[in-house]
């Protein structure tokens, strides 16, 4: 099937805006992870669903960040009041089941001016 | 809490010949997992090989195989016959076994395959 896809592939937005980033995982997958990975950096966790609920979200930076997984399935990473900080590639990825093999989306590109 | 250490930023390799990168860690967890991913400019990461720690034997995929020296916390990638295509940012990563299954990346290691 299909892999993880994730919308948009690149995002541009003005300091102070909020911004929502949207993953699709690989159909039956229970599990889902988002990670940031600023640039010359690797990937650094940010939280980790299974199923609905946020197994661990000891990576979100600060409380302007929050995602969600209402149906189990799509996954909204949110930005509030953000900051030139936050620009980063974000990354999804699924697994069937917790601590299976973690497939990637390929990113969205976060720039904020 | 766990580390990754990638200690050479840039490698080169002519096409066809062999290629070592290097990865160590820090952990004071008996059961864990290693990995290596491949990022080509595209953004998406690609498993290359997965190694469990409690197996001792090496992992091998095709032109990929791991040197992994448990007590030495030591997980170098061997990269045979090198490809055109093998150019890429390759990243250690290491996940504990059980519930908290967060992976811990390296800093990257920019390979270029040269023809």
């Known amino acids: 099937g299909a892999g993880v896809s994730q919308t948009p592939s690149n995002k541009v937005t003005e300091k102070g805006k909020y911004v929502e980033l949207r993953c699709d995982p690989i159909s039956g997958h229970t599990a889902l992870y988002w990670y940031r990975q600023s640039l010359g950096q690797g990937p650094e966790f940010l939280i980790y669903?299974?199923?609905?609920?946020?197994?661990?979200d000891s990576g979100l930076p600060n409380d302007r960040f929050f995602a969600v997984r209402p149906e189990g399935s799509v996954s909204t990473l949110k930005i509030q009041r953000t900051e030139r900080g936050d620009s980063a590639v974000y990354l999804c990825?699924?697994?069937?089941?917790?601590?299976?093999?973690?497939?990637f989306g390929p990113g969205t590109r976060l720039t904020v001016t | 809490a766990q580390t990754v250490t990638q200690s050479q930023p840039e490698m080169s390799v002519q096409e066809a010949e062999t290629v070592t990168l290097s990865c160590t860690y820090d952990t004071s967890e008996n059961n864990y997992y290693l990995f290596w991913y491949k990022q080509p400019p595209s953004r998406q990461m690609i498993l290359v090989i997965r190694?469990?720690?409690?197996?001792?034997q090496n992992a091998t995929e095709n032109r990929f195989s791991v040197n992994f020296q448990k007590a030495a916390k030591s997980f170098s990638l061997k990269i045979s016959d090198s490809q055109l295509g093998d150019t890429a940012m390759y990243f250690c990563?290491?996940?504990?076994?059980?519930?908290?299954?967060?992976?811990?990346f390296g800093a990257g290691t920019r390979l270029t395959v040269k023809p």
């Open positions: 190694q469990e720690a409690y197996k001792q």
């Open positions: 990563a290491f996940m504990k076994h059980g519930n908290n299954n967060d992976m811990r």
């Open positions: 990825a699924s697994s069937r089941t917790t601590g299976g093999e973690q497939y």
């Open positions: 669903f299974q199923g609905t609920g946020a197994a661990d």
